[in-house]
């Protein structure tokens, strides 16, 4: 049991380049959300999805495309990046279960291990 | 709109002294907070959860509803506490309970 797992650890992009970052859970979680942490800022959303074919914009969506053609697969792109973007992106997946007090449910996320990237 | 603040960037102690972040939150409904570290280059992973009133790692926190805080506290600090930590908001209803994260405070632990 890998948990979420993120492809690839580092990249350096050049201004106007794109990719595709791949986050895979192995948990059978119908929840998946990326992230983007900077200093100062904390984790900012960046789109979601909850479930497989569907997504949605978060806080900072923009110059951000994701697809979730897979249940265990949440993909992330950016088409033409910029220094802006130079960031730590991390993705989780989540399950809801139930709290302890009165049954009420709780959406714990599990976070994978980021993708340092830097965009020149 | 939810927010979570946490004052303090950085935050010092020495080995064997308490600790305590800070997290105040704003949200008009009945939030769900969480605690998450992230131990140097390493992932987040959830600490504590407030719906479950449990100790990990020697780790509280209480949920004050009244004053909208969600303050985490040690009463001895060891040097494996330093990481950074992140309070973290759930709220509203919906599809997905969107998870709204504060700006983080690191906590480095001196010998």
């Known amino acids: 049991n890998a948990g979420v797992t993120q492809t690839p650890k580092f990249r350096v992009l050049k201004t106007g380049q794109s990719m595709t970052l791949l986050c895979a859970q192995d948990?059978?979680?119908?929840?998946m959300y990326w992230y983007r942490q900077d200093p100062g800022m904390g984790l900012r959303l960046i789109h979601y999805?909850?479930?497989?074919?569907?997504?949605a914009k978060g806080e900072v969506p923009d110059g951000y495309n994701v697809s979730r053609l897979k249940k265990q697969n949440f993909l992330l792109g950016l088409e033409s990046a910029a220094p802006s973007q130079t960031s730590v992106y991390f993705c989780?997946?989540?399950?809801f279960g139930q709290g302890l007090a009165g049954g009420r449910s709780y959406n714990e996320q599990f976070f994978g291990p980021g993708t340092r990237l830097t965009v020149l | 709109a939810q927010r979570v603040t946490q004052p303090e960037k950085l935050l010092s102690v020495f080995k064997g002294a308490p600790v305590e972040l800070k997290c105040n939150y704003s949200?008009?409904?009945?939030?769900?907070l969480f605690w998450y570290v992230q131990y140097s280059r390493q992932r987040l992973q959830l600490l504590l959860r407030?719906?479950s009133r449990e100790s990990i790692k020697g780790f509280t926190a209480d949920l004050n509803k009244g004053e909208t805080s969600f303050h985490l506290k040690k009463p001895f600090a060891q040097e494996e506490d330093s990481a950074m930590y992140y309070c973290?908001?759930?709220?509203?209803?919906?599809?997905?309970?969107?998870?709204?994260f504060g700006s983080g405070t690191q906590l480095t632990v001196l010998p």
């Open positions: 989780a997946s989540s399950v």
């Open positions: 948990m059978n979680h119908e929840y």
């Open positions: 999805s909850v479930g497989e074919g569907t997504t």
């Open positions: 949200y008009s409904g009945s939030p769900e």
């Open positions: 407030h719906i």
């Open positions: 973290a908001l759930s709220g509203g209803s919906g599809s997905a309970r969107q998870l709204t």
